[in-house]
């Protein structure tokens, strides 16, 4: 039946994904790789409820132009320190814990955004979350495809861009969605519930398998 994977339709290949076998030497299953690609899912809705919660910002805190511009504008600054660490980081405690940290970091900080009582506290929370958003972007698509067999390989890599659209979607929705609630829980509810998620993907990620590729790199 695998075999004949690439030619299903594709809501059969996805439904095929995620209840079926994908590597019968490590027992790891599709729908577990999906947590990886789930997580850009996350980090893009997070950018998106920044760019609605931030005029809600503006009024509760008191910033100015410029300080809502740099809020706003971090993100790549921020996600460049991760970014160029990701790979000492992942040689170091391994990839899948590589994923865990940038699960974690992610949950720091938009528990830090989320209570923010001054713009200074919250450019923390953006720094700690941009950290994260830095080595999931990394490491992410790294780990998926070195634990994924050579026959879904390609199929499951092109998860992260189907969930970015997603992420970026929910983000709009939320935005709307919360954006009828009293100043300041509004925002700070924008900003904070991204805490759910993360933590459910760092936990996910830990039942996992490591990465056979770091095993054989380990010795």
């Known amino acids: 039946m695998l075999s004949l994977l690439p ?119 953006r720094l700690v979350a941009r950290i994260g958003v830095g080595y999931s972007l990394m490491i992410g698509p790294v780990y998926t495809t070195e634990i994924s067999p050579a026959m879904t390989r390609g199929f499951l890599s092109s998860f992260p861009e ?10 709009y929705i939320s935005n709307f969605a919360l954006s009828g609630l009293p100043q300041p829980l509004n925002w700070r509810l924008m900003l904070g519930l991204a805490v759910l998620p993360a933590g459910a993907v760092a936990l996910g990620v830990i039942t996992m398998l490591e990465s056979p590729r770091w095993l054989v790199m380990k010795g």
Do not use: C, W
């Open 7 to 125: 030619f299903l339709p594709l809501p059969i290949q996805f439904y095929l994904a995620i209840v079926s076998p994908v590597s019968i030497n490590f027992k790891m299953k599709s729908g577990e790789t999906l947590i990886i690609p789930r997580f850009f899912f996350l980090l893009l809705a997070d950018i998106r409820l920044m760019s609605g919660g931030v005029l809600y910002i503006k009024d509760d805190l008191q910033i100015s132009s410029t300080q809502q511009q740099i809020l706003v504008g971090s993100l790549n600054v921020f996600s460049l320190i991760s970014s160029l660490a990701f790979g000492k980081t992942s040689d170091a405690i391994n990839h899948r814990y590589t994923i865990v940290l940038a699960a974690a970091t992610f949950f720091v900080g938009a528990l830090l955004m989320g209570l923010a009582p001054s713009f200074p506290f919250l450019m923390a929370g």
């Open 162 to 171: 189907i969930f970015i659209n997603m992420g970026i979607l929910l983000g």
